[in-house]
């Protein structure tokens, strides 16, 4: 079984900052993709980050500049420290990773259970 426990969320001021964690665990072989995902309420879910084995990052064009993802290849956690918030900002992010569990036939993705994000004064 592949699980992935996120932390790191709560509520913030505008202009302030907040750091995602996302640990994979379980008998995994290897991790490919790992990234954020994010939904307010009424909106459809959309990309925050993602970043690949290698360090490649990708960024919505909302938090480009603002929000920087990165990986802990060795602990199989990624993180997304954002900055500069914004009340536009509040959402459930949801951690999601594309990898190979042990035994499987091929790569899955997985994702986290969710974690809220609530930027206000």
């Known amino acids: 079984q592949v699980q992935l426990v996120e932390s790191g969320g709560g509520l913030v001021q505008p202009g302030g900052s907040l750091r995602l964690s996302c640990a994979a665990s379980?008998?995994?072989?290897?991790?490919?993709?790992m990234g954020w995902y994010r939904q307010a309420p009424g909106k459809q879910r959309e990309l925050v980050a993602l970043?690949?084995?290698?360090?490649?990052?990708n960024y919505g064009d909302s938090v480009k500049d603002r929000f920087t993802i990165s990986r802990d290849n060795a602990k199989n956690t990624v993180y997304l420290q954002m900055n500069s918030l914004k009340p536009e900002d509040t959402a459930v992010y949801y951690c999601?990773?594309?990898?190979?569990?042990?035994?499987?036939?091929?790569?899955?993705?997985?994702w986290g259970q969710g974690t809220q994000v609530t930027v206000s004064s």
């Open positions: 379980g008998s995994i072989s290897s991790i490919y993709l």
């Open positions: 999601n990773t594309y990898l190979w569990a042990a035994g499987a036939t091929h790569a899955e993705s997985y």
């Open positions: 970043i690949t084995t290698g360090g490649g990052t």
